[in-house]
T-cell receptor, first 111, second 115 residues
Framework: QQPVQSPQAVILREGEDAVINCSSSKALYSVHWYRQKHGEAPVFLMILLKGGEQKGHEKISASFNEKKQQSSLYLTASQLSYSGTYFCGTETTSGTYKYIFGTGTRLKVLA | DGGITQSPKYLFRKEGQNVTLSCEQNLNHDAMYWYRQDPGQGLRLIYYSQIVNDFQKGDIAEGYSVSREKKESFPLTVTSAQKNPTAFYLC??????????????FGEGSRLTVL
């Protein structure tokens, strides 16, 4: 079963913050985050591993709560370039490299 | 430049016909994947492979087949048994090493339309 992302869609003004959540019904070993622009391939943002540290670069960071089986992506001071659909990719068993993607969150940043 | 090449980019098929989507990578990655994306929806895993001559079913493998005869190639055949094949198909690859990144590198995709 696909992880559930929330919210399904969000509209921001430039400079505003957003949080995207990814919840799984199964225990997670690793979580990836990707952004996809319309008509393009998804682009990798970051990976979080079980027992690992919170990751981040520039104004985008993420956390991984193993007990709650969920991950959150934090977008700070959003820019127009942040618009797109965000997906979490989850791996439930170590060593399988089987990545199941979430339902997606559409994010639109307005000037 | 290294990367993943999918072909064709657009494909039209009549009902009842099989069609094969090509995916080639020159990144020397061990793992390769096929995902299906429907409008406004997430990516659903069709098949994946970690090694030559071996592959596993994903969540929606029915009506699809794959082969992995070479490390760099992972073609997907959409058979006539697939009831609703019109979709955007994405191929991806990755190294089997989570210490570095383990990120998936995606191709540009193939858009299949059944007439």
């Amino acid at each position: 079963q696909q992880p559930v992302q929330s919210p399904q869609a969000v509209i921001l003004r430039e400079g505003e913050d957003a949080v995207i959540n990814c919840s799984s019904s199964k225990a997670l070993y690793s979580v990836h985050w990707y952004r996809q622009k319309h008509g393009e391939a998804p682009v990798f943002l970051m990976i979080l591993l079980k027992g690992g540290e919170q990751k981040g670069h520039e104004k985008i960071s993420a956390s991984f709560n193993e007990k709650k089986q969920q991950s959150s992506l934090y977008l700070t001071a959003s820019q127009l370039s942040y618009s797109g659909t965000y997906f979490c990719g989850t791996e439930t068993t170590s060593g399988t490299y089987k990545y199941i993607f979430g339902t997606g969150t559409r994010l639109k940043v307005l000037a | 430049d290294g990367g993943i090449t999918q072909s064709p980019k657009y494909l039209f098929r009549k009902e009842g016909q099989n069609v094969t989507l090509s995916c080639e990578q020159n990144l020397n990655h061990d793992a390769m994947y096929w995902y299906r994306q429907d409008p406004g929806q997430g990516l659903r895993l069709i098949y994946y492979s970690q090694i030559v001559n071996d592959f596993q079913k994903g969540d929606i493998a029915e009506g699809y087949s794959v082969s992995r005869e070479k490390k760099e190639s992972f073609p997907l055949t959409v058979t006539s048994a697939q009831k609703n094949p019109t979709a955007f198909y994405l191929c991806a690859s990755s190294i089997l090493d989570r210490v570095n990144t383990g990120e998936l590198f995606f191709g540009e995709g193939s858009r299949l339309t059944v007439l």
